[in-house]
């Protein structure tokens, strides 16, 4: 599969290997504090027995004897059930009356300590499969041997070593598996931070070649065209004057290109004061009276009797101009285009509305794309660069708010940008 071979896959796979290296590490460290320390105190209480009962051994009448008295059946360091096994030479000497252990097999362990050998501690069944901790070694009594078997139930330790081996094993996992989830998720972040600053690369030097290219070539065959043999002065002019109108052209779009590199920074940093709404709908209305009444359309402006908003007044006029720019472009003769403003739900909402062609709805979405002309007729020069309402929809999200293509009641086109007040 791709994503087993995919860059992501193989970090996150590291990750979680060191993390479960880690885990395991912790997890024995853990087991081994919590039960060695039982184990040894299990074993003390077994050596605490034995050699109580071996001191109370006595040689009497050539014989190794144990005092008159029941053997004890409970260790007192733990408070376990214990059983002892005294044997010599001639055989089983005493032992407590309840015996887990098979009288075979204490036989042959008392065999191997009369023979020199010391057993245990050591982990042993009992007869109904129960674990049982078992120590035995050798008490000389005068020029005599007896072998003392001393035995405890573990089943207590057992069961606490089980839980907690159960407990490590669930925690353990589980923690391995969370981990393994936020690497990935952390992995998916950063990586698709790098991912987003390649494609921001990728899709800037997209844009720049894409529409640069057009002016630069324009430029470069005037000038040669102009060069190529002595012309009139007039014609130099003419040259000179369509250079200078592509100038112009690539001009903004460069500016508009670094505004939006800015803006996939995340470095387009609005310089926030306070803008007298009203003010800026009259002096972008009146710049723009001009244009439209060249094209005969109107431009009526509906404004706040007073109100202020917190924005950067250049980039919130680079928005207006563009919005009313494509309003104009697209307004039919004796056409009128609607610029308002108002409060709404906390936000002021600027519209700008036109009685052109409209956008449909399957493409108000693209309208914000970089380079995007719903019209293949238009050309470059009469459609725009393509990259102002992409712009304008960076510097809307620059400030907090939004900016939108609405339906405008069956004609024209009605775009609303909203900014927290």
Same mark, same amino acid.
């Given at each position: 599969?791709?994503?087993?071979?995919?860059?992501?896959?193989? %970090?996150?796979?590291?990750?979680?290997?060191?993390?479960?290296?880690?885990?395991?590490?912790?997890?024995?460290?853990?087991?081994?504090?919590?039960?060695?320390?039982?184990?040894?105190?299990?074993?003390?209480?077994?050596?605490?027995?034995?050699?109580?009962?071996?001191?109370?051994?006595?040689?009497?009448?050539?014989?190794?004897?144990?005092?008159?008295?029941?053997?004890?059946?409970?260790?007192?360091?733990?408070?376990?059930?214990?059983?002892?096994?005294?044997?010599?030479?001639?055989?089983?000497?005493?032992?407590?009356?309840?015996?887990?252990?098979?009288?075979?097999?204490?036989?042959?362990?008392?065999?191997?300590?009369?023979?020199?050998?010391?057993?245990?501690?050591?982990?042993?069944?009992?007869?109904?499969?129960?674990?049982?901790?078992?120590?035995?070694?050798?008490?000389?009594?005068?020029?005599?041997?007896?072998?003392?078997?001393?035995?405890?139930?573990?089943?207590?330790?057992?069961?606490?070593?089980?839980?907690?081996?159960?407990?490590?094993?669930?925690?353990?996992?589980? %923690?391995?598996?969370?981990?393994?989830?936020?690497?990935?998720?952390?992995?998916?972040?950063?990586?698709?931070?790098?991912?987003?600053?390649?494609?921001?690369?990728?899709?800037?030097?997209?844009?720049?070649?894409?529409?640069?290219?057009?002016?630069?070539?324009?430029?470069?065959?005037?000038?040669?065209?102009?060069?190529?043999?002595?012309?009139?002065?007039?014609?130099?002019?003419?040259?000179?004057?369509?250079?200078? =109108?592509?100038?112009?052209?690539?001009?903004?779009?460069?500016?508009? %290109?670094?505004?939006? =590199?800015?803006?996939?920074?995340?470095?387009?940093?609005?310089?926030?004061?306070?803008?007298?709404?009203?003010?800026?709908?009259?002096?972008?209305?009146?710049?723009?009276?001009?244009?439209?009444?060249?094209?005969?359309?109107?431009?009526?402006?509906? =404004?706040?009797?007073?109100?202020?908003?917190?924005?950067?007044?250049?980039?919130?006029?680079?928005?207006?101009?563009?919005?009313?720019?494509?309003?104009?472009?697209?307004?039919?003769?004796?056409?009128?285009?609607?610029?308002?403003?108002?409060?709404?739900?906390?936000?002021?909402?600027?519209?700008? =509305?036109?009685?052109?062609?409209?956008?449909?709805?399957?493409?108000?979405?693209?309208?914000?794309?970089?380079?995007?002309? %719903?019209?293949?007729?238009?050309?470059?020069?009469?459609?725009?660069?393509?990259?102002?309402?992409?712009?304008?929809?960076?510097?809307?999200?620059?400030?907090?708010?939004?900016?939108?293509?609405?339906?405008?009641?069956?004609?024209?086109?009605?775009?609303?940008?909203?900014?927290?007040?």
């Amino acid at each position: 599969m791709r994503i087993l071979r995919s860059t992501r896959f193989r %970090l996150v796979l590291v990750l979680t290997a060191v993390l479960a290296v880690a885990v395991v590490l912790a997890a024995t460290a853990l087991f081994e504090l919590v039960t060695v320390p039982a184990r040894n105190q299990e074993d003390q209480a077994l050596f605490d027995q034995w050699s109580a009962v071996g001191n109370a051994l006595d040689l009497r009448a050539g014989q190794v004897a144990y005092p008159p008295g029941r053997l004890p059946e409970i260790a007192a360091a733990t408070g376990q059930p214990v059983e002892v096994d005294v044997f010599t030479r001639s055989g089983l000497l005493v032992q407590t009356p309840a015996q887990s252990l098979a009288p075979a097999y204490l036989a042959r362990v008392a065999a191997q300590v009369l023979g020199g050998a010391t057993v245990g501690p050591l982990d042993v069944r009992d007869a109904a499969g129960g674990p049982r901790r078992l120590y035995a070694a050798a008490q000389p009594v005068g020029d005599q041997r007896a072998a003392l078997i001393v035995s405890l139930s573990s089943t207590d330790l057992a069961t606490l070593t089980r839980r907690l081996l159960a407990t490590l094993l669930l925690g353990g996992g589980l %923690l391995v598996a969370l981990g393994g989830a936020l690497g990935w998720a952390l992995v998916s972040h950063l990586l698709g931070r790098v991912e987003r600053s390649f494609e921001t690369l990728r899709r800037f030097t997209a844009d720049a070649s894409h529409e640069l290219r057009a002016p630069l070539t324009l430029m470069r065959t005037e000038v040669e065209v102009a060069l190529a043999r002595e012309r009139p002065p007039a014609e130099y002019v003419s040259a000179l004057g369509r250079v200078d =109108a592509e100038l112009e052209h690539l001009g903004g779009v460069v500016d508009r %290109l670094l505004l939006l =590199a800015q803006a996939d920074a995340g470095r387009l940093l609005p310089q926030r004061v306070a803008v007298d709404v009203a003010d800026v709908l009259e002096e972008t209305a009146a710049r723009w009276r001009g244009p439209a009444a060249a094209r005969r359309v109107s431009v009526a402006v509906e =404004a706040p009797a007073w109100g202020t908003l917190a924005a950067d007044p250049h980039l919130l006029r680079r928005v207006l101009d563009n919005l009313l720019d494509n309003a104009v472009r697209h307004s039919p003769p004796d056409g009128r285009i609607d610029l308002r403003a108002g409060r709404q739900d906390g936000s002021w909402v600027f519209e700008v =509305a036109d009685q052109g062609p409209g956008v449909p709805a399957a493409q108000r979405k693209r309208v914000f794309e970089r380079f995007t002309r %719903l019209d293949p007729a238009r050309s470059r020069r009469s459609g725009g660069a393509g990259l102002g309402l992409a712009l304008s929809a960076a510097v809307a999200r620059a400030h907090g708010g939004t900016l939108d293509v609405l339906d405008a009641d069956g004609h024209g086109a009605r775009f609303r940008l909203r900014l927290p007040g």
